[in-house]
């Protein structure tokens, strides 16, 4: 671990406070107007690494000073259960933000349980209605994650307009989203997935790389370009660690930006949530 240069690791938990004091001084706003903003997590079932998101985001909540509830449903709930479920704390309001945790059981359809949200209510923004309005360029309530790396991104000045820019990843969660704001922001943008046929060829030309798969040290030293900023979202937890996508020890030589797991993009993903959860308060506010 000697050689590594540390001045080129960005530091998402610092990023990530920084973002939650803006969200504390925004919620403290409304809260002196009379305005709780306050976040419904919707967990089903017993999930342990989905219990263990749920605690980190009211975490988040208690620090920032914004009202949490949890909702804890079996995981045999039916789906028109669920939607029900939804459309109570939809009509609720003393609710601002409703967040389904996913992955949700196989018998649930997970896009059905997001169109049945609000899309005023919708902190991740997975709405068809806020995704719609990303690709239209006007980002209002986005996926957390990509929404994360680009204030990375702008913390740490990395240009983004004209530069080549790779999105490993086409999830609509992580990839997809990411790819649509770099794009607004005039990046020359490539998507990658599972039947790239040849990653290193784009990898290998990406000013900016941003990764998220879940495959462990996907991306190795000599996939990358001298000086790339590189943002790695995956997160992989095995009996031996907490891994991302990129190979870092190794990647970081070349790298001249890069995050690391954990500490990187994660902390953001929750940071920006905050300051979501403030805004669909904002928003019912002005209603
Ligand atoms: N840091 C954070 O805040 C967050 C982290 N995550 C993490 O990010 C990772 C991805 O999550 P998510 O987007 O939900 O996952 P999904 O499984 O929905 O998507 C993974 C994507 O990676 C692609 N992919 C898989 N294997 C390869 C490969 N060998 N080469 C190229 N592309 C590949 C898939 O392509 P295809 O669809 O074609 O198979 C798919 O587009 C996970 O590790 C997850 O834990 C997720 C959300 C937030
Ligand atoms: N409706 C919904 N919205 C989500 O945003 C959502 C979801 N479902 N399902 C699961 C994924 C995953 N996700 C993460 C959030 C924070 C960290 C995070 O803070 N990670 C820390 C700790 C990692 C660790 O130690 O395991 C870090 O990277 O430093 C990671 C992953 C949000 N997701």
Not at 78 to 93: C, Q, R, Y
Request: charged content about 20%.
């Amino acid at each position: 671990m000697s050689d590594i240069d540390t001045s080129k690791i960005i530091d998402g938990k610092a990023v990530a406070a920084k973002v939650e004091a803006e969200a504390s001084a925004a919620a403290q706003k409304l809260k002196d107007n009379g305005i709780i903003p306050k976040l419904v997590t919707v967990l089903v079932g017993d999930n342990p690494a989905s219990q263990m998101y749920v605690r980190m985001k009211h975490k988040a909540c208690e620090r920032v000073g914004i009202a949490a509830e949890d909702c804890l449903p079996p995981a045999d709930i039916s789906e028109a259960e669920l939607l029900d479920l939804i459309h109570g704390l939809n009509e609720d309001d003393s609710v601002s933000s409703i967040l389904v945790q996913l992955p949700l059981p196989a018998h649930i359809n997970a896009q059905t349980i997001m169109n049945a949200i609000s899309p005023m209510k919708d902190p991740d923004g997975f709405h068809p209605f806020n995704m719609g309005n990303l690709m239209i360029n006007e980002e209002g309530l986005v996926p957390c994650t990509p929404k994360g790396i680009i204030r990375l991104m702008e913390e740490y000045n990395v240009e983004i307009k004209g530069k080549n820019a790779v999105v490993v990843g086409h999830s609509n969660i992580v990839g997809k989203p990411m790819a649509a704001m770099l794009l607004n922001r005039d990046a020359t943008v490539s998507i990658c997935h599972v039947f790239t046929k040849d990653l290193k060829l784009y990898t290998k030309e990406a000013d900016i790389l941003v990764v998220g798969t879940g495959v462990k040290h996907l991306i190795k030293a000599d996939m990358v370009k001298d000086g790339a900023a590189i943002f790695d979202a995956g997160i992989t937890t095995d009996a031996t660690g907490t891994y991302g996508d990129v190979d870092f020890e190794n990647v970081i030589q070349k790298a001249s930006l890069i995050t690391p797991v954990p500490g990187g993009v994660g902390p953001m993903t929750i940071a920006i949530l905050m300051t979501h959860v403030v805004k669909c308060a904002e928003m019912i506010a002005q209603k």
